[in-house]
Each structure stands twice: as C-alpha cells, then as structure tokens.
C-alpha cells in the first residue's frame, strides 16, 4: 500500500476526497471549521511535494440537485486563508469546466469541485459517475474517513479506476492506525467506557470489545435498560424494553470471558427533563414514580475513575449523562478528566463518537488524551468489526 509520506507528488494531479462537510450559519459563514483545519495536512503534503490537489467533497443533504445552501463555493474564503493559495472552484464536480479547470492546474495550485451530492450517482455508488470524477486526476487519494463506512462514488467506487496510484490521505492513516492500536495492540488493563442514550447502537460493538477489554464501563441512558432488566425500579428512565434480554446476555457473557463489567449504583434524576428540573441522588435501581436519571451519581462516578485511573489503553464512546445540561453534566466531566489523567501517566486513549468528542471540546481536554477519531460512524463500524468500503477500497 501506498504511504502519502513516501510518495512522489511531483507533478502529479492528486484527486483528493476530503470531508468538508461543515455547518454554515444562515449568512453562509462557517461555524466549526475542526473538518476542513484537520485535511489541511495532507494537501500541503500535496502541495509541498510538487503536486497540484483536486478536492472533492459533500456538503449537507440536498434533496435535488443543486441548492445555494449546499455550495462548496461558501468555503472557498477560510480554505484559501488556510493553504495560503488562491482557491480555484469549479461549479460542477463533473463536465467540461471541471476537466478544463484540472487540465489547466499546475503544481501548486488547489481546485475544489462543487458539492459532489448534487448527483443522486454519488450516494448511489454509480460507476460511471465514479469514472468521470477518476479523469480529473492521476492519483486518487481519501482522506474523509468520516464517510469511510459509506459505499459512495467517490468514497470507494473511484479507486477501482487508480490500481496502482490510490493512497490514504494523513487523517484516514491516522484513523486506521490508532483504531487499530486500540483493537489489536492495547497495553493491559484495557478499559472501554461506553455511554449515550441507547443500547441499541452499541451491541454489536460490546460484543467485538468483550474478548479484547479487561473492564467495561456502562453509563448514560444505556444504562437503566440494565438495571430494570435485572428488576430494578427506573422510574421514567430511557429504557428498550426490547432489549433487556440481550442486557442480560451480554453481562452474562462478559462474566464468562472475565471482564469486569461496572454498572452505575448511583444517579442523578430529576422530575422533569430539563436544566431546572427539581434534581437529587438515588439509588439506581429504586428511583421514584415520575423521576429520571439523567447522570451518574458520585458514588459511580468515584469508582469509575479509579478504574479509568489504573488503566493503560482506554476507548471512550458516549456521554454519562445529558452534559449539554449543566445540571447533569457532572459524571460525564469527571470521567473525562480521568480519561485525561491516565493519558498523562502513560495509557493511551482514544475517543470517538460525536457526543464523546463534544464532551472533550467543552471541558478544553483535546490535548490531554492520546487522539480523537473525526469519524462518529465510520468509527464505530470499524470497532463492531466491519470492513469500511473506504478503507478497502485503497487496501485492496
């Protein structure tokens, strides 16, 4: 496989799929540009080494073709500043403009095609909308690994078209490479912290980490489906009534394989779901008619960070309670703040999922623990065990 540090850029045409979905504010400013700052490594490798980048990438959902909203063309301002080079764009990703413009580019020079999603082929993984992006460039390069996981055109088709020119961009190497210390390399004791609101998203992913990690932390909304499954009282709790067998299982299996497996004891609940509800302490499994957890409790909260402390490779994926309420973001900030502990006393840690990496962002610990995946899904997928068509698409 191709290493973008290895490879001759030198006048070379790089078509470059990056992840510039970003939000923009109603007057097309963007708000959090963390997506574009984090590719700008990888063009500059691009450019440095005599190459010349073709971007492409998606912005939003548009339902039918082009849409002011969705125009790459918002971003070219901030991109430009970024790379200190004049932006080129062209307003069709396909066509005659967009091959004139890319025939024209010389080494140095950048060209964002315009928001690849304006063609139902792109999602559709359409093979001749795939060759046509494929003439733009000599070398296909991803670098978006957060639409790795997805089958898309110009995510896994394309590459099909550069057997022996495709490679990873910085961010996708980066990605694979700490994703796969975690599964296939972590120093003992390797501790999982699983939260957010719902079992349903994380089965398949406590079952691939089971015969990997020494400890599983459980907290947020997850966890009540736990506890009533074992006939606790939740009151109005988020619970999957579906799913309490599968609870059940699966703590039945970790104490098969010898995983210490923590379930809250205590929680924080309230009376109403908001910031200024009435709140107290409870037990777990005896919270009153009419209340709800919305975080761990401090006895929780004590214990998981002396687990968290000990440990040598940690994942992290999910908040412990609702963080965005000050009121109840109390666990969630005491286990990043153990998280960021550990990482300074030698465990490396890695966070992932959109929730998990907000919590880091808000309490200012981005620095302090050992990475942060951009990719909330693609992510997950590839810890549950699945192959990423991104991924395969430049390994095979």
């Known amino acids: 496989m191709k290493n973008i540090d290895s490879f001759d850029f030198k006048n070379k045409k790089v078509l470059v799929r990056v992840d510039f979905n970003v939000p923009l504010d109603d007057k097309y400013q963007i708000t959090d540009p963390t997506r ?27 339902k039918n073709g082009p849409e002011e909203k969705f125009s790459l063309k918002h971003i070219i301002p901030y991109l430009s500043e970024k790379l200190g080079v004049d932006v080129k764009f062209a307003d069709d990703c396909i066509g005659e403009q967009a091959k004139n413009l890319s025939a024209a580019l010389k080494p140095g020079e950048v060209l964002l095609l315009e928001n690849l ?18 003439e733009l460039g000599d070398v296909y390069m991803n670098d978006a690994f957060g639409t790795a996981h997805r ?38 004791p390797f501790t999982a912290i699983l939260g957010g609101a719902k079992v349903s998203g ?13 400890n599983l932390l459980i907290g947020g909304g997850m966890m009540f489906t736990f506890i009533k499954a074992y006939g606790g009282k939740v009151g109005k709790s988020l619970i999957e009534d579906d799913l309490l067998e599968l609870a059940k299982t699966t ?5 098969e394989m010898g995983v210490a497996l923590y379930i809250p004891t205590d929680t924080v609940i309230a009376d109403d779901f908001n910031n200024d509800a ?39 994926n999910g908040p412990m309670g609702v963080f965005e309420m000050d009121n109840f973001a109390a ?8 998280v960021a502990k550990a990482t300074a006393n030698g465990a490396f840690s890695l966070i992932g999922g959109g929730d998990s990496v907000a919590a880091i962002n808000k309490y200012n610990l981005k620095d302090k623990v050992s990475y942060v995946s951009t990719g909330g899904g693609a992510m997950l997928e590839y810890i549950e065990g699945k192959e990423l068509p991104g991924v395969k698409a430049i390994k095979e």
């Open 36 to 62: 574009i700052d984090a590719a700008i490594p990888t063009i500059k490798k691009i450019l440095s080494g005599g190459g010349a980048a073709i971007l492409m990438s998606h912005l939003g959902r548009p």
């Open 117 to 134: 999603r304006f063609y139902k082929e792109e999602t559709k993984g359409d093979v001749e909308f795939a060759r046509q992006l494929s």
């Open 151 to 188: 089958a898309h055109a110009s995510t896994a088709v394309i590459a099909q078209f550069f057997p022996e020119n495709k490679l990873f961009g910085y961010i996708m190497e980066n990605e694979v490479k700490n994703i796969d210390k975690v599964l296939h390399d972590a120093k003992k």
């Open 202 to 214: 994380k089965i398949e992913i406590i079952n691939n980490l089971l015969d990997k990690v020494d």
């Open 251 to 255: 703590v039945k299996k970790a104490k």
């Open 278 to 316: 009435n709140r107290k302490e409870s037990p777990v499994n005896s919270i009153p008619d009419g209340w709800m957890g919305l975080d761990i409790g401090p006895k929780t909260v004590k214990k998981f960070s002396e687990v968290i402390e000990k440990s040598k490779t940690i994942l992290w």
């Open 331 to 338: 666990g969630t900030k005491a286990v990043a703040e153990a």
